[in-house]
């Protein structure tokens, strides 16, 4: 790809001197990665890098190599592939814990115009050939964004949209069903629900699919944002399933969806019930969360001693009828950054996907760091939990009071 380097600083702010590349990369750089490692000198970089990934148990994180099969899908479809280890100490009781988990990012394929069922049915053909490229490379565990079998139309309140909601068993898990069972594969996927069960109610939800090809067990979005950027309670509810934790053949996962990773309690409750891995499908855009991105998950997966993956879809949706934002703008929500990465819980992490590209990224881990991590560091241990029930308690009742201490002189 062409690099548009040809940019000046003038009072502190970054100046084009041709035009910007308006693609969704940095000019013309596919992820920050990507642009520090073409431009600084490769012991400036190896520094660098130290510090924005971190080292996992004292040495940056390893590269995987994947089957050629893999890589000949990455090339012949374009979706950028990424494959990466993290490791855990020897024990001297325990095996390694060995799975490997992947991600997937991609865009819509058809205009937000053409007919529902052939936008849903390309976004699947668009799929196929990724998930193929996971299961040929020996992935345990996938995880897809947000939504994926459909576009991200919160921005609008067109009811007509909710056509694309379907049940748990519904056109979606049934052709992730096949995948799952031929590579024997764990495949979570998010869908928009259609509660047949409950007045057809709407609820945007997950489905996570056995390694049999069978139907483990659903959760649902227990936070939906309020933005009036967002129409999201416009369509579905809220969340009633708590914060389930899935027993695996290959370890304990959970899901915070979307919006669910702004609220550290919600991370708090997977971790309080066992996750070992949780996943964060997202639909997010850079007006709106960029600078968050790199930094929720990764302090969650620290604070909660277990591995994160970060999900969100690539390109830029533009609606027929968009809402109108509170700033008077047309509100289209702008371009979906894509970026999707993992952390782990010796806060190292991998370098993300592309902003602009379909990707799969791929993760070997040592579910053994979960524990060695809560060994070392004992936030578990060393957490007040009761004094937390304590105040939220309190904050709960009508009567609630501040605990706040005035300075007399102030």
């Not at 013309?28 to 000198?41: D, F, H, M």
């Not at 995987?64 to 592939?81: G, R, T």
């Not at 899901?255 to 409750?269: E, I, M």
């Amino acid at each position: 790809m062409d690099k548009s380097k040809d940019v000046e600083a003038e009072n502190g702010q970054v100046k084009e001197k041709t035009k910007a590349l308006n693609d969704g990369s940095i000019y013309g750089y596919e992820s920050l990665y990507s642009l520090l490692s073409a431009n600084l000198k490769p012991e400036l970089f190896q520094e660098v890098n130290r510090l924005l990934l971190g080292l996992n148990c004292g040495r940056a994180i390893d590269t995987l190599d994947l089957p050629e099969s893999a890589k000949a899908l990455s090339s012949e479809y374009e979706f950028d592939l990424q494959a990466f280890c993290f490791r855990a100490n020897k024990e001297f009781f325990r095996e390694p814990r060995a799975v490997r988990v992947g991600l997937i990012q991609n865009s819509i394929v058809l205009p937000t115009t053409a007919p529902f069922l052939e936008q849903k049915r390309a976004i699947f053909q668009k799929l196929q050939p990724i998930i193929e490229a996971a299961g040929a490379s020996g992935v345990n565990v996938l995880c897809l964004q947000e939504a994926w079998m459909m576009p991200y139309v919160f921005s609008t309140r067109e009811k007509g949209w909710c056509e694309f909601a379907e049940p748990v068993n519904g056109e979606s898990t049934k052709f992730l069903q096949d995948l799952a069972l031929k590579y024997n594969m764990v495949i979570v996927s998010p869908i928009i629900e259609r509660d047949d069960s409950c007045g057809e109610t709407l609820w945007n939800s997950v489905v996570v699919i056995g390694n049999h090809g069978n139907l483990i067990g659903k959760h649902r979005k227990n936070h939906i944002p309020g933005s009036v950027d967002l129409n999201e309670s416009s369509f579905y509810m809220v969340d009633n399933t708590g914060h389930p934790v899935f027993e695996t053949a290959f370890g304990n996962i959970a899901v915070n969806l979307c919006y669910g990773r702004h609220h550290p309690l919600n991370w708090l409750a997977f971790g309080l019930n066992g996750a070992e891995i949780v996943f964060n499908p997202s639909a997010s855009t850079g007006e709106t969360s960029e600078q968050m991105w790199p930094v929720e998950a990764r302090s969650a997966a620290i604070a909660n001693s277990y591995f994160v993956g970060s999900i969100n879809r690539v390109g830029t949706e533009k609606f027929t009828h968009p809402c109108t934002s509170s700033d008077g703008k047309p509100q289209n929500f702008g371009h979906f950054y894509g970026s999707s990465h993992f952390s782990a819980p010796d806060a190292s992490c991998t370098p993300s996907l592309s902003r602009n590209r379909d990707g799969l990224l791929i993760s070997d881990m040592d579910l053994n760091l979960c524990r060695q991590i809560k060994d070392r560091w004992e936030f578990r241990t060393t957490a007040r939990c009761e004094l937390y029930a304590e105040l939220l308690a309190h904050y709960l009742k009508p009567d609630f009071e501040l605990q706040v201490i005035a300075d007399p002189f102030k």
